[in-house]
């Protein structure tokens, strides 16, 4: 099974700012990542798939980068609505399908 | 507008079991493979089983297997028959829609139900 690690568990950044959240796999996933948004409440929300396509409706603010075992995603320039759970995901080597811990992404 | 919408949650005993539902609607449910997520409370997201478009090919967590079964028929629906439920199973079961195609494999979850509660609990 391959072991999704997220860093850091939380994030503070005041809005406006750039968010940086990083994703590693335990062993090569290829580009097979996803990273999903959860508000509290609410369902998980796909943005990013393929390490770097975003999924329809998705801000252009959100990007993914990343291949192999190490992956980002970066909100360029937070706004109030970002403030929420992310989540990224390998679907590469299956079953099972993992998920990271996820980041916790909080108003500085 | 595409939508899943999951039924079914409750209080349960341990032991128990609980048949979860999740219609579909807004898309050609019989051409997207689909899944089971769970997630504990105050926890983060768990698959539990996925199921292709024609219904041939099932897979499970190893935490499930041999307790539940997931199937789905024409009337749009997906299903999830969880028996000897454990405490453990206590979650928000979601399901979801694989992003591209009919077959369990390399794809992603593009679209989420909002979830249904699940308490084992004496």
């Known amino acids: 099974e391959i072991v999704m690690t997220q860093s850091p568990a939380t994030l503070s950044v005041s809005p406006g700012e750039r968010a940086t959240l990083s994703c590693r796999a335990s062993?090569?996933?290829?580009?097979?990542l996803g990273w999903y948004q959860q508000k509290p409440g609410q369902a998980p929300r796909l943005l990013i798939y393929?390490?770097?396509t975003r999924a329809t409706g998705i801000p252009v603010r959100f990007s993914g980068s990343g291949s192999g075992t190490e992956f980002t995603l970066t909100i360029s320039s937070l706004q109030s609505e970002d403030f929420a759970v992310y989540y990224c995901?390998?679907?590469?080597?299956?079953?099972?399908?993992?998920f990271g811990q996820g980041t916790k992404l909080e108003i500085k | 507008e595409v939508q899943l919408l999951e039924s079914g949650g409750g209080l349960v005993q341990p032991g128990g079991s609980l048949r979860l539902s999740c219609a579909a609607s807004?898309?050609?449910?019989?051409?997207?493979?689909m899944s089971w997520v769970r997630q504990a409370p105050g926890k983060g997201l768990a698959w539990v089983s996925a199921?292709?478009?024609?219904?041939?090919?099932t897979y499970y967590a190893d935490s499930v297997r041999g307790r539940f079964t997931i199937s789905r028929d024409n009337s749009n629906t997906l299903y999830l028959q969880m028996n000897s439920l454990r405490d453990e199973d206590t979650a928000v079961y979601y399901c979801?829609?694989?992003?591209?195609?009919?077959?369990?494999?390399?794809?992603?979850?593009?679209?989420w139900g909002q979830g249904t509660l699940v308490t084992v609990s004496s």
């Open positions: 995901q390998q679907y590469n080597n299956w079953p099972p399908y993992t």
């Open positions: 199921i292709g478009a024609r219904a041939a090919t």
């Open positions: 393929a390490a770097s």
């Open positions: 062993q090569s996933v290829s580009s097979n």
């Open positions: 807004g898309f050609t449910f019989t051409s997207y493979a």
């Open positions: 979801a829609r694989v992003l591209s195609g009919p077959d369990v494999g390399a794809d992603t979850f593009g679209i």
